[in-house]
Protein backbone atom coordinates (compact mmCIF):
# COMPACT_ATOMS: atom_id res chain seq x y z
CA UNK A 1 0.00 0.00 0.00
CA UNK A 2 1.86 3.42 -1.33
CA UNK A 3 1.28 5.93 1.54
CA UNK A 4 1.12 9.40 0.63
CA UNK A 5 1.22 11.47 4.52
CA UNK A 6 0.63 14.90 4.84
CA UNK A 7 -0.50 16.88 7.99
CA UNK A 8 -3.95 17.93 7.40
CA UNK A 9 -4.33 21.26 9.30
CA UNK A 10 -5.39 24.21 9.24
CA UNK A 11 -2.27 25.77 9.38
CA UNK A 12 -2.34 29.28 9.38
CA UNK A 13 0.10 31.86 9.00
CA UNK A 14 -0.25 35.71 9.53
CA UNK A 15 -0.23 37.80 5.97
CA UNK A 16 3.35 38.11 4.65
CA UNK A 17 4.32 35.09 6.56
CA UNK A 18 6.27 32.05 5.06
CA UNK A 19 4.34 28.96 5.17
CA UNK A 20 5.84 25.21 4.96
CA UNK A 21 4.02 22.09 4.25
CA UNK A 22 5.11 19.13 4.13
CA UNK A 23 4.79 15.72 2.70
CA UNK A 24 6.07 12.09 3.31
CA UNK A 25 5.83 9.04 1.06
CA UNK A 26 6.41 5.41 1.23
CA UNK A 27 7.19 4.65 -2.57
CA UNK A 28 10.98 5.06 -2.78
CA UNK A 29 10.04 4.14 -6.53
CA UNK A 30 8.77 7.48 -6.66
CA UNK A 31 10.04 9.39 -9.97
CA UNK A 32 8.50 12.87 -9.46
CA UNK A 33 6.74 14.91 -7.35
CA UNK A 34 3.59 17.52 -7.53
CA UNK A 35 1.95 19.86 -5.63
CA UNK A 36 -1.34 21.05 -6.35
CA UNK A 37 -3.89 23.38 -4.61
CA UNK A 38 -7.39 22.95 -4.01
CA UNK A 39 -9.57 26.10 -3.30
CA UNK A 40 -12.92 24.96 -1.80
CA UNK A 41 -15.41 23.48 -4.39
CA UNK A 42 -12.86 23.85 -7.47
CA UNK A 43 -10.45 21.02 -8.71
CA UNK A 44 -6.27 20.91 -7.73
CA UNK A 45 -4.69 22.94 -9.98
CA UNK A 46 -0.81 22.43 -10.59
CA UNK A 47 1.65 24.73 -8.64
CA UNK A 48 4.58 23.00 -9.26
CA UNK A 49 6.80 19.73 -9.94
CA UNK A 50 10.06 18.71 -8.64
CA UNK A 51 11.79 15.56 -9.77
CA UNK A 52 15.62 16.08 -8.40
CA UNK A 53 16.69 16.32 -4.59
CA UNK A 54 17.36 19.74 -3.77
CA UNK A 55 15.35 22.96 -4.09
CA UNK A 56 13.70 24.19 -7.07
CA UNK A 57 11.99 27.59 -6.75
CA UNK A 58 9.22 29.22 -9.12
CA UNK A 59 8.37 33.06 -7.61
CA UNK A 60 6.80 32.80 -3.97
CA UNK A 61 7.23 29.06 -4.18
CA UNK A 62 9.58 26.88 -3.53
CA UNK A 63 9.87 22.94 -3.41
CA UNK A 64 12.18 20.95 -2.09
CA UNK A 65 13.09 17.01 -2.31
CA UNK A 66 14.78 15.00 -0.17
CA UNK A 67 14.39 11.21 -2.04
CA UNK A 68 16.74 9.57 0.90
CA UNK A 69 14.11 10.80 3.80
CA UNK A 70 11.21 10.19 1.42
CA UNK A 71 10.48 13.77 2.26
CA UNK A 72 9.44 17.06 -0.09
CA UNK A 73 7.75 20.18 1.21
CA UNK A 74 6.50 23.42 -0.35
CA UNK A 75 7.92 26.72 1.02
CA UNK A 76 5.01 29.70 0.38
CA UNK A 77 6.98 33.04 0.82
CA UNK A 78 5.15 36.73 1.55
CA UNK A 79 1.56 34.60 1.77
CA UNK A 80 -1.44 36.19 0.90
CA UNK A 81 -5.06 35.71 1.66
CA UNK A 82 -5.79 34.71 -1.73
CA UNK A 83 -3.05 31.11 -1.29
CA UNK A 84 -5.73 30.12 1.37
CA UNK A 85 -6.39 26.51 0.45
CA UNK A 86 -5.69 23.02 0.70
CA UNK A 87 -2.34 21.87 -0.81
CA UNK A 88 -2.23 18.49 -2.27
CA UNK A 89 1.31 16.41 -2.47
CA UNK A 90 1.33 13.95 -5.22
CA UNK A 91 4.31 11.39 -5.98
CA UNK A 92 4.35 9.96 -9.10
CA UNK A 93 5.06 6.22 -9.65
CA UNK A 94 5.74 5.08 -13.70
CA UNK A 95 2.05 6.49 -14.83
CA UNK A 96 -0.05 7.09 -11.82
CA UNK A 97 -0.36 9.35 -9.13
CA UNK A 98 -0.53 8.86 -5.38
CA UNK A 99 -2.94 11.93 -3.66
CA UNK A 100 -2.10 13.06 0.04
CA UNK A 101 -5.15 14.07 1.37
CA UNK A 102 -4.26 17.53 2.14
CA UNK A 103 -3.15 20.30 4.36
CA UNK A 104 -5.71 22.97 4.83
CA UNK A 105 -3.27 26.73 4.55
CA UNK A 106 -5.30 29.82 6.26
CA UNK A 107 -3.61 33.38 5.49
CA UNK A 108 -4.68 35.68 8.25
CA UNK A 109 -4.83 39.21 6.69
CA UNK B 1 -5.83 26.99 -25.17
CA UNK B 2 -9.02 24.97 -23.57
CA UNK B 3 -8.96 23.05 -20.45
CA UNK B 4 -10.20 20.04 -19.91
CA UNK B 5 -13.53 19.60 -19.47
CA UNK B 6 -16.39 17.40 -18.57
CA UNK B 7 -19.79 16.75 -18.74
CA UNK B 8 -22.43 16.86 -16.98
CA UNK B 9 -21.10 19.59 -14.31
CA UNK B 10 -23.97 17.92 -11.84
CA UNK B 11 -25.79 14.77 -12.00
CA UNK B 12 -28.46 13.60 -9.80
CA UNK B 13 -29.37 9.77 -10.00
CA UNK B 14 -31.39 7.90 -8.27
CA UNK B 15 -29.85 4.64 -6.65
CA UNK B 16 -30.06 2.03 -9.33
CA UNK B 17 -29.50 3.86 -12.18
CA UNK B 18 -26.54 3.80 -14.40
CA UNK B 19 -24.77 7.21 -15.27
CA UNK B 20 -22.29 8.27 -17.46
CA UNK B 21 -20.01 11.05 -16.90
CA UNK B 22 -17.79 12.33 -20.09
CA UNK B 23 -14.27 13.91 -20.18
CA UNK B 24 -12.80 15.89 -23.46
CA UNK B 25 -8.67 16.36 -22.40
CA UNK B 26 -6.58 18.96 -23.54
CA UNK B 27 -6.09 18.36 -27.28
CA UNK B 28 -2.85 16.52 -28.23
CA UNK B 29 -2.11 14.89 -24.74
CA UNK B 30 -2.18 11.44 -24.57
CA UNK B 31 -2.63 10.73 -21.05
CA UNK B 32 -6.22 10.71 -19.42
CA UNK B 33 -6.57 10.01 -15.89
CA UNK B 34 -9.92 9.28 -13.58
CA UNK B 35 -10.02 10.42 -10.09
CA UNK B 36 -12.96 10.29 -7.14
CA UNK B 37 -12.81 12.72 -4.60
CA UNK B 38 -15.26 12.43 -1.31
CA UNK B 39 -15.93 15.28 0.70
CA UNK B 40 -13.18 16.18 2.75
CA UNK B 41 -11.07 13.81 1.03
CA UNK B 42 -8.18 13.39 -1.00
CA UNK B 43 -7.88 12.17 -4.68
CA UNK B 44 -8.88 8.31 -5.03
CA UNK B 45 -7.10 7.04 -8.47
CA UNK B 46 -10.15 4.99 -10.75
CA UNK B 47 -7.94 4.28 -14.28
CA UNK B 48 -4.94 5.37 -16.53
CA UNK B 49 -5.69 5.83 -20.32
CA UNK B 50 -2.51 5.89 -22.22
CA UNK B 51 -4.01 7.07 -25.82
CA UNK B 52 -7.01 4.60 -25.77
CA UNK B 53 -5.81 1.55 -23.88
CA UNK B 54 -6.04 1.63 -19.58
CA UNK B 55 -3.04 -0.31 -18.34
CA UNK B 56 -3.72 0.41 -15.52
CA UNK B 57 -7.40 -0.31 -13.63
CA UNK B 58 -6.29 -1.26 -10.96
CA UNK B 59 -8.41 1.46 -9.02
CA UNK B 60 -11.76 0.87 -10.24
CA UNK B 61 -13.55 0.41 -6.77
CA UNK B 62 -15.92 -2.93 -8.68
CA UNK B 63 -16.93 -4.40 -11.76
CA UNK B 64 -20.04 -1.62 -11.85
CA UNK B 65 -17.47 0.82 -12.70
CA UNK B 66 -16.13 0.90 -16.62
CA UNK B 67 -14.45 3.39 -18.48
CA UNK B 68 -13.30 3.32 -22.01
CA UNK B 69 -11.70 6.15 -24.47
CA UNK B 70 -11.97 6.19 -28.28
CA UNK B 71 -9.94 8.06 -30.93
CA UNK B 72 -7.53 8.99 -28.09
CA UNK B 73 -9.58 11.63 -26.88
CA UNK B 74 -12.69 11.73 -25.11
CA UNK B 75 -13.55 9.48 -22.42
CA UNK B 76 -16.43 8.18 -20.50
CA UNK B 77 -16.89 6.57 -17.07
CA UNK B 78 -19.76 4.31 -16.63
CA UNK B 79 -21.21 3.28 -13.35
CA UNK B 80 -23.83 0.63 -13.53
CA UNK B 81 -26.38 0.56 -10.81
CA UNK B 82 -25.19 3.15 -8.74
CA UNK B 83 -25.04 3.02 -5.16
CA UNK B 84 -25.16 6.04 -2.35
CA UNK B 85 -21.88 5.56 -1.86
CA UNK B 86 -20.56 6.25 -5.46
CA UNK B 87 -21.88 9.83 -4.46
CA UNK B 88 -18.88 12.03 -5.10
CA UNK B 89 -16.98 14.88 -7.61
CA UNK B 90 -15.03 12.52 -10.44
CA UNK B 91 -12.48 14.51 -12.02
CA UNK B 92 -10.35 13.89 -15.12
CA UNK B 93 -7.02 15.08 -15.46
CA UNK B 94 -5.06 14.88 -18.56
CA UNK B 95 -1.09 15.56 -19.38
CA UNK B 96 1.96 14.75 -21.91
CA UNK B 97 4.61 12.87 -21.73
CA UNK B 98 6.26 15.70 -23.11
CA UNK B 99 5.17 17.77 -20.69
CA UNK B 100 7.09 15.86 -17.79
CA UNK B 101 3.56 13.91 -16.60
CA UNK B 102 1.98 17.66 -15.05
CA UNK B 103 -1.42 16.83 -14.75
CA UNK B 104 -4.43 19.43 -15.80
CA UNK B 105 -7.62 19.12 -14.23
CA UNK B 106 -10.94 19.79 -15.28
CA UNK B 107 -13.54 21.27 -13.43
CA UNK B 108 -15.20 17.69 -12.13
CA UNK B 109 -18.91 16.05 -12.39
CA UNK B 110 -20.42 16.27 -8.85
CA UNK B 111 -22.48 12.88 -8.61
CA UNK B 112 -25.34 12.47 -5.98
CA UNK B 113 -27.10 9.24 -5.77
CA UNK B 114 -30.35 9.39 -4.09
Known amino acids: ?109 | GAGVSQSPSNKVTEKGKDVELRCDPISGHTALYWYRQSLGQGLEFLIYFQGNSAPDKSGLPSDRFSAERTGGSVSTLTIQRTQQEDSAVYLCASSSLAGAYEQYFGPGTRLTVT
Open chain 1, 1 to 109: QKEVEQNSGPLSVPEGAIASLNCTYSDRGSQSFFWYRQYSGKSPELIMSIYSNGDKEDGRFTAQLNKASQYVSLLIRDSQPSDSATYLCAPREVNKFYFGSGTKLNVKP
